[in-house]
């Protein structure tokens, strides 16, 4: 089954002091959807925002919010992120102990359910829980900083969890240096949810934007065949 193409920026990278301009300008420059990392400084080293700054920023658009959960643990805020405004609520299989449970929660509270998975841990983690997910997220960074450099060894990563989602109607998404110069062998592993901040959010305002935007998106498409 092929899923459609989706860009989705990580607002990590954008100007903190006009972020509701700068979703509203990303999403009109042509990107799905609006990736949030959200960070508690304890699982990542390093501190985010969390549900009140994304329910401010619904306001302003209605792309789909694509919110990567890096806390631990999840599950006793998954009810104020789905509260927020959140469409897609991705949490970390290394968070917490109960996958499943945290999964079906999320669908529970009428969401989609993703699971994220560090560089270093094993797809096997996800054969149990398959037919719970809309979404599985490779980080292709470790977790915690944006600007890192893409971890080449995650291209087999990605080719490997295409296969495991077969026909299921999963999205499979990378997050963590994604440019224009490696987007189009992560699309031709097969993910088709492509996370970037610094590589978008160059320049300022929609026109940049679309530029950076559509950059992303050709590249991909190439690896698309």
Not at 172 to 187: Q, R, S
Not at 193 to 201: D, Q, T, W
Request: glycine share 10%; charged share 20%; hydrophobic share 45%.
């Amino acid at each position: 089954m092929t899923r459609p193409l989706l860009i989705s920026p990580s607002i990590l990278a954008a100007d903190f002091s006009r972020l509701g301009e700068e979703v509203r300008d990303v999403v009109d420059a042509g990107a799905e959807w609006v990736h949030l990392d959200v960070m508690d400084g304890h699982f990542v080293p390093n501190i985010s925002f969390g549900p009140a700054v994304i329910k401010a920023l619904r306001r302003h658009t209605k792309a789909v919010f694509d919110c990567h959960l890096m806390i631990a643990p999840a599950d006793p805020y998954l009810a104020a992120f789905a509260d927020a405004g959140c469409d897609i609520i991705t949490v970390h299989a290394e968070a917490g102990p109960h996958l499943h449970r945290s999964l079906q929660t999320i669908r529970a509270l009428g969401k989609k359910a993703g699971v994220s998975l560090n560089p270093a841990t094993p797809l096997s983690i996800l054969e149990h829980v398959m037919d719970d997910l809309d979404l599985i997220l490779i980080m292709s960074v470790n977790p915690g900083f944006g600007g890192q450099k893409y971890i080449p060894a995650m291209t087999d990563k990605i080719a490997k969890a295409h296969a495991l989602i077969g026909n299921r109607p999963i999205d499979l998404e990378v997050d963590g240096g994604v440019t224009a110069d490696n987007a189009a062998e992560i699309a031709k592993a097969g993910a088709n949810a492509l996370v970037a901040g610094s590589a978008i959010f160059k320049g300022k305002g929609v026109d940049d934007y679309r530029k950076t935007v559509d950059t992303l998106r050709k590249a991909a498409e190439g690896g698309r065949g």
